[in-house]
Structures are given as C-alpha cells and as structure tokens.
C-alpha cells in the first residue's frame, strides 16, 4: 500500500487526484474501520490512518475527508485559538484542500472564496501573484503548501497583505526544513533536478528555518506557533497530528 501511494502521489497529477482520489479512499475506509484514531475534520475513527506521502507515512491520511496531518492540527487551532468558527469573516482560500471545502462552505458564519490557478476545486482562477480582489476584502486568507510552487513568493505574500483587512489573519503553511536559510536558484529547472534539490518536481525552492522572517519580507506579520506542543500526548495519538508542526500565523502588516 505504502509503495503504490509513493507511485501514485509522484507520477498522477494533482489535479485528477483530487477530482478523483476521494471515491477510491471511501471504499478503502471500510476496511479500515476502527476506533483506535479519530479525525477531528470529519468525526470518523479508524483502526488507523491511511498511509500518505512520496516517502509514506504511516498514519497519515483520513479515508473519510482526506485530511492529513496537518489538516487535522489546523482543525483544531481553528477550534481552539481563533474565533473562526463563531465570528462573521469573509474568507480566501487559497488552493483549497478537499477536506475543508464542504465544511467551511456549510459555516454560516462565512462568506468563503476559494481560488487557484490550476485547482478544479477551486471557485475562482486566479493567479496568487495578482489576487483578482480589492484591498482590504478579506478577513481570513488560508493558503497551504503554495509558496513552495511559486516563482515569487514575496510577491504572493504581498498580495496576501494587501486583500486582507486591517484586522486580518490568516494561515501560510509550507514544508519546512532543518536548514538555515532557504535554498532556492531559479538556474534550476528540470523536473529532475528540483526533485533532487527541492524535493519534489514542482517545487522551486526548499524552505528553512527563516521561513517565518522570509515571508515577513512581504509587508506580512508573520510568527511561529507551536499550537501542537500545548496538547496533551494522549490527543495527539487520538488525532495521529504531527508534534513538530508549526502553525505560522500571519496579520496584516504595515498598520
């Protein structure tokens, strides 16, 4: 199972993945049945989590609403540590993710957008680099594991900054290595040698540990927030989350 996840994640494109992958993972889930892990997402438990990823991981992801990792921690943040779930906000999703998109489209208490350039779940095509939305439009902006894929990143991050409102915030997450600085060359083309130095074909740079300064370059406020080091180990078995994921929480800068 690990090895034909590995396959499939690499060589299919992400876009019929995701148009498609969910009615595949529903027949899965029946042998899966369990109670050993809940997703916090969608409310199911399995005997355990599918296994997910280029390098798989175990334990990873929901076979009900797709939710991974870090999908089920950002659930919960939202829960936990935002008004997200009770205040009116008018929010942008960015590249949305399959698990989210029902969900919030149901909360009442939203006026949710989502967009993408490539993505068939998204509503509006949009280019990240000129965000087709007046300034100060949104109170919530969410765009996970993007920045990695974009030739301008500060650019997409100054967008960001300018759509959200005064008060704003929102949620920047990308894969983020124990290195120093960001590697990034833009010499580097090929499929091949972007895997090999980035870490995946479409990714154009390889994020370190100034991802949260980096990105504050843009206008951006951006911090660390180690949501997942304040729950208890027993949830976070319960929740199969990641223990290392930051939450990098973003506002609106320059007011």
Same mark, same amino acid.
């Given at each position: 199972?690990? !090895?034909? $996840? !590995? $396959? &499939? *994640? ?10 498609? =992958?969910?009615?595949?993972? %529903? *027949? +899965? ?15 199911? =438990? ?9 390098k798989?991981? @175990?334990?990873?992801?929901?076979? /009900? ?14 829960q936990? @540590? ?9 929010? +942008? ?16 208490? +939203?006026?949710? &957008?989502?967009?993408?350039?490539? =993505?068939?779940?998204?509503?509006? #095509?949009?280019? *990240? /680099? ?14 996970? /594991? ?7 990143d ?10 959200l409102?005064?008060?704003g915030?929102? $949620?920047?997450? =990308? ?8 590697l990034?060359?833009?010499? &580097?083309?090929?499929? %091949?040698? %972007? ?15 100034d991802?949260? @300064?980096?990105?504050? %370059?843009?206008? +951006? ?8 080091? !304040?729950?208890? #180990?027993?949830? $976070? @078995?319960?929740?199969?989350l990641?223990?290392?994921?930051? *939450? ?6 320059g007011?």
């Amino acid at each position: 199972m690990k !090895s034909l $996840i !590995s $396959i &499939i *994640i690499r060589y299919i494109p992400r876009k019929f993945l995701q148009v498609f =992958s969910h009615f595949f993972l %529903r *027949i +899965l889930a029946f042998f899966y049945r369990g109670a050993n892990v809940t997703c916090p997402v969608c409310g199911h =438990s399995f005997k355990k989590f599918l296994p997910y990823g280029r390098k798989a991981r @175990e334990n990873a992801l929901c076979p /009900h609403c797709l939710a991974l990792e870090r999908h089920r921690l950002m659930w919960l943040f939202l829960q936990k @540590e935002t008004p997200f779930f009770k205040d009116e906000l008018k929010v +942008l999703h960015v590249a949305p993710e399959h698990c989210f998109i029902d969900r919030f489209e149901r909360m009442k208490n +939203l006026e949710y &957008i989502t967009g993408d350039l490539e =993505s068939p779940l998204a509503k509006v #095509k949009m280019d *990240i /680099h000129e965000i087709p939305f007046e300034a100060n439009s949104f109170d919530v902006v969410f765009c996970n /594991h993007v920045m990695e894929h974009v030739a301008d990143d500060l650019k997409a991050c100054s967008e960001i900054n300018r759509v959200l409102k005064t008060d704003g915030w929102g $949620i920047i997450q =990308s894969p983020v290595y124990d290195l120093p600085q960001t590697l990034e060359d833009p010499n &580097i083309t090929s499929p %091949r040698e %972007r895997e090999k130095h980035f870490g995946q074909r479409d990714h154009v740079r390889k994020y370190g540990r100034d991802y949260a @300064e980096r990105l504050s %370059r843009s206008g +951006l406020t951006v911090k660390e927030n180690h949501f997942v080091k !304040s729950l208890s #180990k027993d949830l $976070i @078995e319960k929740h199969a989350l990641p223990e290392n994921e930051v *939450i990098f929480f973003c506002e609106k800068g320059g007011h």
